[in-house]
């Protein structure tokens, strides 16, 4: 299957993309060469492969949730750029 350079147009004005000329037949060819690569991975004979998630075996590497003293609010409002004595100060958002 072959894209063409009207095809590749059709393709960037349904994206809403404007193409020149040359950038047409740039597209064009870049789309084909993805089309080739993918109909070489559909001839590989795939049967005797387990279906993966991840390529590598993964473990869980989140700590344990260890309940602990909370900190304090003068240690947890010390590096905030505007506070008060409670609370965060952020700017206004919604008028």
Known sequence: M???K?????????????????EAGAFSGQLNSIIEYVEQLN????GAVDPT???IPLRN????DIPAAPL??????KNAPDAT????RVPKIIE
């Open 61 to 64: 590497v989140m700590r344990e």
């Open 6 to 22: 009207e095809e590749a147009r059709h393709i960037a004005k349904l994206s809403r993309l404007s193409l020149s000329e040359n």
């Open 43 to 46: 001839k590989l004979d795939v």
């Open 2 to 4: 072959r894209i063409t």
């Open 53 to 55: 998630s991840h390529v």
């Open 85 to 88: 004595e409670k609370f965060y």
């Open 72 to 77: 304090p609010r003068e240690e947890a409002l």
